[in-house]
C-alpha cells in the first residue's frame, strides 16, 4: 500500500485543525497522520498531543519543541529525524524506529 504524501502546506493546516480541536472548537479536527508520508516536513513547535502517527513515514523531520504527549506512534519510521526537547510524555513508540534520530 502505498502511503498518501503530504506537503509542508497540508501538514500545517492539520495541524491548526488538530489544536482547534484540542482546544474544543466545533470545526477542529483530530489530527490522524495513520500511513502517511510526512518525511521531510517541519513539525517544530507543533501542539500535536493525542495525534494518530501509526505506520507513519516521519524520516527525516523536525519535531523540535513539539509536543506530542499521549500520541500513536507505534510502527512508525522516525528515522534521521530531530525530536530535541520534544514532549513525548505517555507516547505509545512501540515497535517505531528512532535509528539516527536525534532524541
Same mark, same amino acid.
Given at each position: 500500500?502505498?502511503?498518501?504524501?503530504?506537503?509542508?502546506?497540508?501538514?500545517?493546516?492539520?495541524?491548526?485543525?488538530?489544536?482547534?480541536?484540542?482546544?474544543?472548537?466545533?470545526?477542529?479536527?483530530?489530527? !490522524? #497522520?495513520?500511513?502517511?508520508? @510526512?518525511?521531510?516536513? &517541519? =513539525?517544530? /513547535? *507543533?501542539?500535536?498531543?493525542?495525534? +494518530? $502517527?501509526?505506520?507513519?513515514?516521519?524520516?527525516?523531520? !523536525? #519535531?523540535?519543541?513539539?509536543? @506530542?504527549?499521549?500520541? &500513536? =506512534?507505534? /510502527? *512508525?519510521?522516525?528515522?534521521?529525524? +530531530? $525530536?530535541?526537547?520534544?514532549?513525548?510524555?505517555?507516547?505509545?513508540?512501540?515497535?517505531?524506529? @528512532?535509528?539516527?534520530?536525534?532524541?
Amino acid at each position: 500500500m502505498t502511503k498518501i504524501k503530504y506537503t509542508q502546506e497540508q501538514l500545517n493546516e492539520a495541524i491548526r485543525l488538530h489544536v482547534r480541536w484540542l482546544n474544543g472548537y466545533p470545526d477542529g479536527i483530530r489530527a !490522524d #497522520f495513520r500511513n502517511k508520508d @510526512l518525511s521531510g516536513l &517541519k =513539525f517544530t /513547535d *507543533a501542539i500535536l498531543n493525542k495525534a +494518530n $502517527f501509526i505506520k507513519s513515514d516521519l524520516t527525516n523531520c !523536525d #519535531f523540535e519543541e513539539s509536543q @506530542l504527549t499521549h500520541c &500513536k =506512534f507505534q /510502527d *512508525a519510521n522516525m528515522k534521521d529525524s +530531530n $525530536f530535541r526537547y520534544a514532549n513525548f510524555e505517555f507516547s505509545n513508540l512501540d515497535r517505531a524506529s @528512532l535509528i539516527s534520530s536525534d532524541c
